[in-house]
T-cell receptor
């Protein structure tokens, strides 16, 4: 089946630093999504990307849908303690597909 | 508006026992999904309901797993008999109408431990 390779697996950063994480795949994806999971909660959608090359921002978060449709990155600028959590990339393999394929997640720790 | 709720939040059972997980989607959402995350791995799709019908059950691991959504409201996922490799966090999600691009809203998950 299709797989998403998400990196890094974990990150420890100082408050105020910028963060970057990415996902790659050997297959084309139709949609790229970035989710955040807080402890004890389910994943919450942060950003959705629908077109190759699309660059979208949501506050301090910026994400891009790669031109080849096989990769995406998420940047967080000026990190704060509440950014702590697990970030997942996810993709829809085809138009009309309801099924999401997820990466393994990036665990982010922010040191105050 | 209440979000997706799941019960129980945690379940610890012994190998060979039966467990039933419940999901209440957001009111009015036709689409209901089950996903599972085994420790350290990716979140994997299990199946998708549209109202009471199974639209896609391609992710169900084997016939020990049975999902139902009688009446098209809440859903249950039964594991019988449970095996050690079934341990993980089971997430339920829901989305409105038939547009696949609608956001899927996730519940908090049920953490299942099989000893």
């Amino acid at each position: 089946g299709q797989q998403l390779n998400q990196s890094p697996q974990s990150m420890f950063i100082q408050e105020g630093e910028d963060v970057s994480m990415n996902c790659t795949s050997s297959s084309i994806f139709n949609t790229w999504l970035w989710y955040k999971q807080d402890p004890g909660e389910g994943p919450v959608l942060l950003i959705a990307l629908y077109k190759a090359g699309e660059l979208t921002s949501n506050g301090r978060l910026t994400a891009q849908f790669g031109i080849t449709r096989k990769d995406s990155f998420l940047n967080i600028s000026a990190s704060i303690p509440s950014d702590v959590g697990i970030y997942f990339c996810a993709g829809r393999p085809g138009a009309g597909s309801y099924q999401l394929t997820f990466g393994k997640g990036t665990k982010l720790s922010v040191i105050p | 508006e209440a979000g997706v709720t799941q019960f129980p939040s945690h379940s610890v059972i012994e190998k060979g026992q039966t467990v039933t997980l419940r999901c209440d989607p957001i009111s009015g959402h036709d689409n209901l999904y089950w996903y599972r995350r085994v420790m350290g791995k990716e979140i994997k799709f299990l199946l998708h309901f549209v109202k009471e019908s199974k639209q896609d059950e391609s992710g169900m691991p084997n016939n020990r797993f049975l999902a139902e959504r009688t009446g098209g409201t809440y859903s249950t996922l039964k594991v019988q008999p449970a095996e050690l490799e079934d341990s993980g966090v089971y997430f339920c999600a829901s989305s409105p109408n038939r547009d696949p691009y609608n956001e899927q809203f996730f519940g908090p998950g049920t953490r299942l431990t099989v000893l």
